[in-house]
């Protein structure tokens, strides 16, 4: 109950009348109708302006917000209560943009997840960007207010029986089906032609959908792709049939939650008693798959040259504890597999140890978020008989400030998906570089 005759300080705010009229006027008063009447309105109108502004502020939107997660890897919706998110406060980085997942019959994704790799392999980006959108504070539910149709079908999670590898062979015919079923149910495709559509290609020679670097490129990126935007991990700095398409160069899956496992075994900054790290396929005599040699031979001639030198820790076969190996070591070499890229340069980065980059020509993920020649080396092919010269020469002279550099969280971030897509993730960084593409958005041309 509201006092007026006895404001009180404490409360906030108070007002306070005064009535200039004699003290024998103010007593007959008083007693008059008049003013029990005028006191009866004054103290109506002020109960009536602080109940209607209760409810004004009562029902006012607040800054913590419900929000529907749905997860592709989950039956079930949850609703999370959030507090300000720093994707809402950085909106402004993102120029307003909005995507809308399209929610495809689960043979073009989600059945897949019945194999546990599929969701954890080098090639697992293709979840792990799907899973982020779906979450995301950019997805929207209107496709009308969309700038960009995001096209989730997983095609690396077919698994050869014969050696495990990741086959993609049926990887054109599915999303092939995948655009016939979006085109015949909403008109988004048709309007644009795919230009504002977003699909993932994760594995060795990104859209052009083959393992081998000669039947990629003669096969080329396919007919129905090419006016469409790619995230791919492959990608090189000369002229190239994979990557004649809009693309956007994206990092390997690495697990995120592996890595922070490993490096609470140790700190960045702790013992690296490893010089040199390497293990992975090395030849002692390359392959010749119809002329194909493996890695150029660069990873043969790392094996011949430097197989007993005792400032390399070279191994040829799989370890459970590799990362452990590279969080103990100051220099991990990273070159060229069939592709350019390879999961050892993220692994390299998030465990602090500096890639030495042997892949002529190769573009890196997130140029303008990650610092690349200030945390990095880079070897050309074929100066790898000085590797071992030119190694002791930057542990010598800048090694200290290459890994100040390379220890910066926010560098280890980047290249990492995470679920749900955090500030600075890899997830996050995709989406910065679709909002320098909103000129394609059809939205933003009405």
Excluded at 109 to 123: A, G, V, Y
Excluded at 187 to 203: E, I, K, Q, T, Y
Excluded at 293 to 322: E, M, P
Excluded at 407 to 433: C, K, Q, Y
């Amino acid at each position: 109950m509201l006092e007026p005759q006895r404001p009180l300080r404490s409360r906030g705010f108070y007002v306070r009348m005064r009535f200039m009229h004699s003290s024998r006027h103010n007593r007959n008063l008083d007693k008059s109708f008049g003013y029990r009447f005028f006191r009866w309105i004054l103290w109506f109108s002020v109960s009536l302006y602080f109940l209607s502004s209760f409810l004004v502020t009562r029902n006012k939107p607040t800054t913590s917000v419900s929000r529907l997660i749905v997860s592709a890897s989950k039956t079930h919706h949850s609703l999370i209560e959030e507090e300000p998110s720093a994707m809402k406060i950085s909106s402004g980085l993102f120029k307003g943009l909005k995507v809308y997942v399209y929610d495809l019959p689960s043979k073009y994704n989600t059945d897949w997840l019945s194999n546990e790799r599929c969701s954890s392999h080098l090639f697992a980006s293709e979840v792990a960007i799907h899973r982020a959108l779906i979450s995301g504070d950019m997805r929207t539910l209107d496709p009308w207010e969309a700038d960009f149709f995001f096209v989730p079908v997983y095609v690396s999670c077919n698994f050869s029986t014969v050696n495990g590898f990741p086959a993609i062979g049926h990887a054109r015919s599915l999303i092939s089906s995948a655009i016939r079923h979006v085109s015949s149910q909403l008109p988004f495709w048709n309007r644009s032609l795919g230009s504002d559509h977003v699909f993932v290609a994760s594995h060795d020679f990104g859209s052009c959908f083959h393992t081998l670097e000669d039947v990629a490129m003669a096969d080329g990126v396919p007919e129905f792709l090419k006016n469409s935007i790619i995230l791919q991990t492959f990608g090189v700095k000369y002229k190239h049939p994979c990557q004649e398409v809009d693309n956007i160069v994206i990092p390997p899956y690495v697990s995120p939650e592996i890595v922070r496992t490993t490096m609470g075994e140790s700190t960045l900054t702790g013992r690296r008693d490893v010089f040199a790290y390497f293990r992975g396929k090395m030849e002692v005599h390359p392959k010749n798959v119809s002329g194909r040699f493996y890695s150029k031979r660069v990873r043969t001639l790392i094996w011949r040259k430097y197989g007993n030198d005792q400032r390399f820790y070279l191994r040829r076969h799989r370890s459970a504890n590799f990362q452990s190996e590279i969080l103990r070591s100051k220099f991990c070499l990273c070159p060229l597999g069939w592709a350019p890229w390879s999961p050892r340069l993220v692994e390299s980065v998030a465990l602090g140890c500096v890639p030495v980059i042997i892949a002529d020509g190769i573009r890196l993920p997130f140029p303008t978020a990650v610092p690349w020649a200030e945390i990095s080396l880079t070897v050309a092919e074929n100066d790898v008989g000085n590797l071992g010269r030119v190694l002791e020469h930057v542990a010598a002279t800048n090694l200290t400030r290459i890994q100040r550099n390379l220890w910066d969280p926010i560098v280890r971030e980047a290249l990492l998906f995470n679920d749900p897509m955090s500030p600075g993730d890899a997830t996050w960084h995709v989406l910065v570089a679709l909002s320098e593409r909103l000129h394609r958005s059809h939205r933003n041309k009405q």
